[in-house]
């Protein structure tokens, strides 16, 4: 039996031998495998941090690019605000200025028509000579006052005229 036994033993002792070299090879191939999909998996998260770094970055860039634009838009805006105000400030000095020249060119009228009034109304032309007449050097009388000065207004009945 000693023999039988140590037989057993040994057949025994290879079986579990070949059963741990099996388990040890299968073990090393699931190792290798889940060694290599880990590699995998650490790869693809590497490619996605990158991409993510990319964008951030991308968008940092899109960030500072539009901030950029903002700060131009607003500087031609405030230049064009500047622009508009010294414009209105120009206007109005030109308006107060046409309404000085109007005033004038009003004034300047009314003294014309004033003057015109005089001319017409003046003791100088009261008596005129016939000239060509049967008498010779007969004065002839003509109307003076109010009937020489219809159709001129007073300078107080004269409206003011404006054009633009």
């Known amino acids: 039996m000693g023999i039988l036994a ?16 099996e388990f040890d090879a299968r073990t090393r191939v699931q190792a290798r495998e889940e060694s290599e999909r880990q590699r995998r998996h650490d790869l693809a998260m590497q490619k996605r941090e990158i991409d993510l770094e990319m964008r951030e970055q991308a968008l940092a860039r899109g960030r500072a690019a539009a901030a950029v634009r903002i700060a131009s838009y607003m500087a031609s805006l405030d230049e064009a605000r500047n622009s508009n105000q010294a414009l209105r400030v120009r206007i109005s000095e030109l ?19 004033v003057h015109a009034r ?16 049967g ?26 005229i404006d054009t633009p």
């Not at 057949?11 to 070299?21: E, G, N």
């Not at 308006?95 to 028509?113: F, G, K």
């Not at 004065?139 to 003011?160: F, N």
């Open 135 to 160: 008498q010779g050097n007969a004065p002839v009388a003509l109307p003076r006052g109010r009937a020489a000065s219809i159709g001129h207004p007073e300078p107080e009945q004269l409206r003011r």
């Open 95 to 113: 308006e107060t200025e046409i309404a000085e020249v109007n005033d004038e060119r009003n004034q300047l009228i009314v003294e014309e028509l």
């Open 118 to 133: 005089e001319q017409f109304t003046s003791k100088g032309y009261g008596r005129l000579r016939a000239v060509g007449g």
């Open 6 to 21: 140590a037989g057993a033993v040994g057949a025994v002792a290879a079986t579990v031998r070949y059963a741990l070299r």
